[in-house]
Nanobody, 122 residues
Framework: QVQLRESGGGLVQAGASLRLSCEAS????????MAWFRQAPGKDREFVTA???????RHVDSVKGRFMISRDNAKNTLYLQMNNLTPEDTAVYYC????????????????WGQGTQVTVSS
């Protein structure tokens, strides 16, 4: 049974940093494209960033230069380092596995975590 468990969310002030983690109980973790999505209240779930088995990454323009995705295949763990947070980053952040690296849409991802709340105050 595949499980993804996010942690690291919280309430911070604008300009602060947070590091999210996603522990994955999944065989052959290193072969999966992994991603972070987020969903703000009243909005659709949106792609944030992804990393594939080659360690190639892609991200949405709004987080460029502020967020960095990484993975530790030895620990079956995905990370999201978020710097210089703004109130617009407030959302539930979801870890996802098994998607299409070239098509960063929620419907292409097979496995999902329960999400972790990130709230940024101004």
């Amino acid at each position: 049974q595949v499980q993804l468990r996010e942690s690291g969310g919280g309430l911070v002030q604008a300009g602060a940093s947070l590091r999210l983690s996603c522990e994955a109980s999944i065989r052959n973790f290193n072969s999966y494209t992994m991603a972070w999505f987020r969903q703000a209240p009243g909005k659709d779930r949106e792609f944030v960033t992804a990393i594939n088995w080659r360690m190639e990454t892609r991200h949405v323009d709004s987080v460029k230069g502020r967020f960095m995705i990484s993975r530790d295949n030895a620990k079956n763990t995905l990370y999201l380092q978020m710097n210089n947070l703004t109130p617009e980053d407030t959302a539930v952040y979801y870890c996802a596995a098994g998607g299409d690296f070239k098509a960063p849409l929620p419907r292409t991802y097979i496995y999902w975590g329960q999400g972790t709340q990130v709230t940024v105050s101004s």
